[in-house]
């Protein structure tokens, strides 16, 4: 399970915070109803409080639950989860579970497991790519050995051509991650590298123009991780406007012809209905993008695209430290939180 350095929670913190989450948990519809973000806020918090995560994982009903959008904890068990994928006719994205490292020697761990994987991907056959974060790779620690390891990776997945894509993580680290992408890509000339664009950012627009510039390859996402009013929009109308915006910015002929590739990775029916509908007007063809979904959402989605002939990629998260990534799943659908709370005192 999740390791961290914190210390335990005192036992008294432990119930109170519990108790927050499930009254927290039952008023979840009304709250997000409402457009009011307390819930998400909080489930947010505990995504990066170490003491939580001592709680939580300690708990087998956690991870009962949160297996429902993770794949296992080692390799073999997410190659085991894309066989299925595959033969329903989804590509996949495979992300070896971390973020946020506090030692130069968990980066390089880290870096080790994701060459592994990509050793796997190729001999396993399976139609996969790989996606990472920045700060599993020691970002936060030094920037070189970030840009090092990625080197490293990039260069190994070359070799099997296979793609890498760069996970966003939060808006402190965006001006960095794009920076990296773009040494590695045009500096050093790596054309299998992609980013991600969060449409919660008001700098996301300008983003996007510069990316359609340069041809990217890019995954549109809404964003998940808690930001201030003063960079990201509160609302969730005026994020889904960017996202459609966005959309339609890298789906444009000019993005197009500059050769600029699109995921769009949302499991929101609104968006996904607005982009193929761009798409039919504009007769952009079905291959000229793709559809990302995460692993374990809405799978009756999932096989409803592929049947309508879309590309659709699903990101197939492993390994122990699964605790912030279902952190923030939870923060997404109450749905989900109501049913983890649920577990969490049946155990
Ligand atoms: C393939 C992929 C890769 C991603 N990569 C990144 C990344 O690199 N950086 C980043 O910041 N974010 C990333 N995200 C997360 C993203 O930013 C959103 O937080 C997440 O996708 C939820 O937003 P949404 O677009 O699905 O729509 P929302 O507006 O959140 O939800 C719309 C509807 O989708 C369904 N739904 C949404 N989430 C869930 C859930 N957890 N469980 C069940 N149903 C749900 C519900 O029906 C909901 O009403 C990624 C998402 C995907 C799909």
């Not at 913190?13 to 409402?34: C, D």
């Not at 087998?60 to 639950?65: I, L, S």
Request: charged share 25%.
């Amino acid at each position: 399970m999740a390791k961290t350095s914190e210390s335990t929670p005192s036992r008294l913190r432990f119930p109170s915070t519990a108790v927050t989450v499930a009254a927290a948990a039952g008023a979840g519809y009304l709250v997000y109803r409402n457009g009011e973000s307390w819930l998400r806020s909080l489930l947010l918090y505990l995504s990066r409080a170490g003491w939580a995560r001592q709680v939580v994982t300690k708990f087998p009903p956690a991870w009962a639950v949160a297996s429902r959008f993770v794949a296992g904890e080692s390799v073999d068990e997410a190659i085991h989860a894309v066989h299925p994928l595959n033969s329903k006719g989804m590509l996949a994205t495979i992300d070896y579970l971390g973020e946020s490292v506090t030692r130069a020697m968990e980066a390089r761990a880290a870096c080790d497991q994701i060459l592994y994987l990509v050793e796997r991907i190729h001999a396993s056959g399976v139609d996969a790519n790989v996606s990472l974060k920045l700060s599993q790779l020691g970002l936060k620690l030094d920037e070189n050995l970030a840009i090092d390891n990625l080197r490293t990776i990039l260069q190994q997945a070359q070799r099997h051509g296979l793609r890498v894509r760069v996970d966003m993580e939060e808006g402190a680290l965006v001006d960095t991650t794009l920076d990296i992408y773009r040494r590695l890509r045009f500096g050093e000339g790596f054309t299998n590298v992609g980013v991600v664009i969060q449409s919660c950012l008001y700098r996301s627009d300008e983003d996007v123009r510069r990316l359609v510039e340069e041809g990217a390859w890019v995954r549109l996402v809404k964003g998940a991780y808690q930001e201030s009013h003063t960079v990201a929009y509160a609302a969730k109308a005026d994020t889904d406007a960017a996202f459609m915006r966005q959309t339609e910015a890298l789906l444009s002929e000019t993005a197009r012809a500059r050769g600029v590739y699109l995921a769009v990775a949302t499991h929101d029916d609104a968006m996904i209905g607005a982009t193929q509908r761009f798409a039919r007007l504009h007769n952009i063809p079905p291959d000229a993008y793709e559809f990302q979904l995460l692993y374990g959402i809405r799978r009756d989605r999932q096989e409803q695209l592929v049947a309508q002939g879309h590309r659709v990629r699903i990101y197939v998260p492993y390994g122990t430290a699964w605790y912030p990534y279902f952190m923030r799943r939870l923060a997404e659908r109450p749905a989900n939180l109501w049913f983890f709370v649920s577990n969490f005192f049946r155990a």
